[in-house]
């Protein structure tokens, strides 16, 4: 069992930069591909940001691709979203969620943490 809680969500104005947390707990966090969702009123939930457990490969969306950077520090169990150059578009809530493996799905998930961002 992975629990996962992010943090760092906000008000922005367009333009602005946002830091998303998600600090995972539980017995264990190895070898687990990470990734961030978004989920924008009245659209489907989509992947915008996904690492693996060495950092080696990341994915990004196309719309996000140059403006956010997903990292993360296996260390302190935690996983990172950069948010720069952000977008009116952009607004959503923001899900961390883990895969026990490379090309599985997302297994867990947190409460999500709201971005919104002003034009």
């Known amino acids: 069992q992975v629990q996962l809680v992010e943090s760092g969500g906000g008000l922005v104005q367009a333009g602005g930069s946002l830091r998303l947390s998600c600090a995972a707990s539980?017995?264990?966090?190895?070898?687990?591909?990470m990734g961030w969702f978004r989920q924008a009123p009245g659209k489907e939930r989509e992947l915008v940001a996904s690492?693996?457990?060495?950092?080696?490969?990341?994915y990004y969306a196309d719309s996000v691709k140059g403006r956010f950077t997903i990292s993360r520090d296996n260390a302190k169990k935690m996983v990172y979203l950069q948010m720069n150059s952000l977008k009116p578009e952009d607004t959503a809530v923001y899900y961390c969620?883990?895969?026990?493996?490379?090309?599985?799905?997302?297994?867990?998930w947190g409460q999500g943490t709201q971005v919104t961002v002003s034009s």
């Open positions: 539980g017995r264990t966090f190895s070898g687990y591909r």
């Open positions: 690492i693996t457990w060495t950092g080696g490969n990341t």
């Open positions: 969620a883990a895969a026990p493996t490379s090309y599985g799905g997302y297994d867990y």
